[in-house]
């Protein structure tokens, strides 16, 4: 048995100083929703295929289930619960619930922050540009024509602001 | 899924990176962007003891070009390279770098991982054998430079000694009248390519081709140099009748296995459909054309 000295993991989410020590096998998902009960991020297939534990790590999205927590000591780390702001939904989140870009939900914390992610390289994207940024994230339910309405709504509605 | 209980360090430097890996023995492994160690610690395929985190060690994800070589730190991420200048300057980079898995593995994973790894099915392998390539190896005696083509030397199998570390990657920077491209197929975004090829062709003038680099990628245990196809290009006029030959060869010097993601004959037939299309997209990029290319999956 290799000494499984527990690690120190100090990150901020969603602007809040957070910290818990923890094995270093331990995954940034589990970290975030075990550890500091953040449990918007869902684990779907655990194997980094899914994207349902997307969350932004340092102004980029990357798969919680394929991080270790000591891997983002120090990190800047966005998850679902840090978008709405004051009781009042960030403009994607208020384009896939207008759209219905979502049946079941599962997905969706994961497509949220990939259209952060999209909009921010691209604020208008093309069909080919929204089809190759959430690539990364499967939905079983909708077959995505409302996920694509959203993200087309969601950008016009950020460009205004 | 949990890995098996490991311990972790943080190396601050190089030379600390390569002092752990000495106090630490075989069982340790260094870790960078993880995209292909950690799933594989989760599915207990790989059960290192310890882990060397080389992610805080700063200079080792710069991009720089000098004196014709582009030198990669071996923590750049695919999605740097996808974003850099250094994809405009040779093509084949920003092909292969845009288009390995999908957005969240582009932006967590790296190339020095990737080539240390050196799955039979990563794309740095195939692309960058298709330019003059080094990988740059520091150790307790220091670096030593080893061309690419001596570093990969089985499936999963490279020249790193256990004490030794990637630190960067050196590209040559193609002469003029050279364009490349890098294509693969691949059934979803997330997933390794079922077939791909890379493509380097330096032009002598519109129609005669001086010199070309063809290589094949997951359609063996390591990347394959396509000499033979090569051959029926070099110094050749880029006709139809010799682009089939170079294709043909290719088909010929393939040696797939059938798995998950397709029997030996259709990957044998996919990897030459891909080679004859990367040599029409790199003879076009050598005349100055700007040609999207990459990979290609269902739904994009």
């Given amino acids: 048995m290799p000494d499984v000295k527990k690690i120190l993991v100090r990150v901020r989410v969603n602007g809040a100083p957070r910290e818990a020590e923890v094995e270093p096998r331990t995954l940034l998902v589990e970290f975030l929703r075990e550890h500091l009960n953040l449990t918007g991020t869902h684990i779907g297939c655990d194997t980094s295929y899914c994207g349902a534990c997307t969350v932004i790590v340092n102004g980029r999205t990357v798969k919680a289930c394929t991080l270790f927590a000591p891997m983002a000591d120090g990190a800047e780390i966005t998850t679902v619960e840090g ?9 994607v989140q208020e384009a896939f619930a207008e759209c219905h870009g979502l ?11 990939s259209t952060l992610q999209l909009l921010k390289k691209y604020p208008r994207p093309t069909d080919s540009q929204i089809r190759k940024g959430i690539a990364g994230n499967t939905c079983r339910c909708t077959g995505y024509q409302n996920i694509f309405k959203s993200i087309r709504m969601a950008a016009s509605e950020m460009e205004k602001h | 899924m949990y890995a098996a209980p490991f311990s972790y360090h943080r190396a601050a430097s190089l030379q600390e990176a390569v002092k752990l890996l000495q106090e630490l023995g075989e069982e340790a492994r260094v870790i960078a962007g993880g995209q292909s160690l950690i799933p594989l610690m989760k599915m207990r395929m790989a059960r290192p003891a310890a882990l060397i985190d080389i992610n805080f060690i700063s200079g080792l994800s710069d991009i720089q070009t000098s004196k014709g070589e ?47 790894e050196a799955d039979p099915s990563g794309d740095w392998g195939t692309a960058l054998l298709a330019l003059e390539s080094s990988v740059i190896c520091a150790g307790p005696d220091g670096q030593r430079t080893v061309p690419l083509e001596d570093f990969i030397k ?99 010097a393939a040696e797939p296995q059938s798995d998950m993601r397709g029997s030996a004959d259709y990957k044998r037939l996919l990897v030459g459909t891909l080679v004859k299309r990367a040599i029409g997209i790199a003879a076009r990029r050598a005349r100055g054309e700007s040609v999207p290319a990459g990979h290609e999956y269902a739904g994009r």
């Avoid at chain 2, 250094?86 to 932006?107: K, L, S």
């Avoid at chain 2, 002598?204 to 094949?216: F, G, P």
């Avoid at chain 2, 030959?245 to 290719?250: G, L, S």
């Fill in chain 1, 103 to 113: 049946q079941c939900g599962y997905c969706t914390p994961g497509l949220l922050l």
């Fill in chain 2, 70 to 116: 582009l030198r990669i730190g071996a923590t750049v991420r695919h999605a740097d390279l996808e974003n850099s200048s250094a994809g405009t300057t040779i093509p084949i980079v920003h092909d292969c770098a845009a288009g390995i898995a999908d957005v969240q593995v582009r932006n967590q994973g790296t190339i020095g991982g990737s080539l240390a």
């Fill in chain 2, 154 to 252: 089985d499936a999963y199998t490279t020249v790193l000694a256990h004490n030794e570390v990637v630190t960067a990657i050196q590209v040559k920077i193609p002469p003029k009248h050279s364009g490349g491209a890098h294509l693969a197929f691949k059934r979803s975004a997330p997933v390794y390519p079922t077939a791909s090829a890379s493509v380097q062709l330096t032009m002598e003038d519109h129609h005669m081709c001086k010199d070309a680099r063809i290589v094949l990628g997951c359609v063996g245990l390591t990347a394959i140099r396509a000499k033979e196809a090569e051959k029926a290009l070099q110094g050749k006029a880029l006709e139809e009748k010799n682009v089939r030959a170079a294709a043909d060869a290719a088909r010929a």
């Fill in chain 1, 83 to 91: 978008l709405a702001k004051d009781g009042q939904l960030h403009p």
